[in-house]
């Protein structure tokens, strides 16, 4: 009974009738009712996705517009500057930047996508925190800047090494965009703005499509044999196996950009002796951090065994007695690597690559060690 | 002679003599998805109904397997731990989980027969 009145509530991106259509099997996830699988399966479509090209619909996310009352694109990105540690002016128009919303605390109250399309900045959040983005943008940056909810669009991801080709044949444009390239293009004659960017560590592209013509994009999409329909349960493996940070579990608003290992989305002109230093939420603590180390750090886990170490597992130094010294935030199988991956934070000591670790996993201790991340090779068109 | 019996929880039983094989159904395999580990009982060890007994583990997810009656392992299948995907292929054959010595016959009449485990899954 309960569960019905859940699924009564839960909102639908315009994909939701395709998703029905391909045999999704639907799970509340941020508000949303959204596919975690295919027929094909969890390892199928992240194996698929490595392989060839994978669609995912990623249309709960927030797509924001950030409009300059000036005119001048240098306002929008000096007000947002406000708001997060990213150099934001230098953005260049057509180019797209990683970035994080921070609290007073250094902590960290979403991360996004901002990207300059020429007369205002175009930024993607994540789903859960949409509303709160758009309040926090509303509230802090009224002054220079008019906040749009682009509500009335979708946004799909298409991922692997034959995205490229596959929107080839839609958008002409496509094959010269570079990494984290990102504008307005004309896609199978629907306007869309295209990046070349995603969660996955692989090539590939995200298309934000007024959600009228999403699903028929969608379906011209999949009419291409290499490309198969990808659920939440292989985005969440291919991201893992990515070492990209999913918000809520990996960081959130008691992680700051420096322990979660995420210092290299913050320019130099942001950092002590830069141009524009600090000026964001809780840089006291968070160039402090890039200053003088952050007292704990986010690191790749992989295990010894075979068992998959889950988000929650306390980690421990030793194989007996002590107190934990950390924590899993992310972990599970990663397909492509055969084996279990994980991340999570251990004190700055802890950190270093190869140091050996535990894992409590049902009052067992399993062996891990710190590893390199990301776990597989990201081919981004550079 | 064997017969099969199912619990709610979705464990088959082949009841042979006093020992029982246990694993999981084609019907919880598929609710999974990919099996990717499992880890089973130790021989000797004493199960008492109910309680956790092995776990197998997809991409997303761990789930327990129950112990659906009490009685000794005898034997647990170690080709689980090479090829967990035989749970996929093979759930109520070829992927059974461990051996059990039935310690008390009674239990068994809380079982389900196959057709009421096809009308509980329906």
Known sequence: MSVRDDKDSLKRTPLYNLHLSLGGKMVPFAGYDMPVQYPAGVLKEHLHTRASAGLFDVSHMGQIALRPKSGRIEDAARALERLVPQDIVAIAKGRQRYAQFTNADGGILDDLMVANFGDHLFL????????????????????????????????????????????????????????????????????????????????????????????????????NPDVMPIGLGARDSLRLEAGLCLYGHDIDTTTTPVEAALEWSVQKSRRSGGARAGGFPGADKILGHFDHGAPRRRVGLRAEGRAPVREGALLFAAGEGGEPIGQVTSGGFGPSLNAPVAMGYVPAASSALETKLFAEVRGQRLPLQVAAMPFVKNTYKR | MTTTLYTSDHEWLAIDGDIATVGITDYAQSQLGDVVFVELPKVGRALKKAEAAAVVESVKAASDVYAPISGEVVESNEALAAEPALVNSDAQGAAWFFKMKIADKSELGGLMDEAAYKAHTA
């Open chain 1, 124 to 223: 993607v959040v994540n789903a859960a925190c949409k509303e709160q983005d758009a309040a926090h943008l509303r509230a802090n940056l009224s002054d220079t800047c008019i906040i749009d909810s682009l509500d009335d669009r979708a946004l799909i991801a298409l991922q692997g090494p034959k995205a490229e080709s596959a929107l080839a044949k839609l958008c002409a444009a496509a094959p010269a965009m570079t990494f984290m390239d990102a504008g307005p293009h004309i896609v199978a004659g629907i306007k869309c703005f295209v990046s070349r960017s995603g969660y996955t560590g692989e090539d590939g592209f995200e298309i934000s499509v007024p959600a009228a013509d999403a699903e028929r994009f969608a379906k011209t999409l999949l009419e």
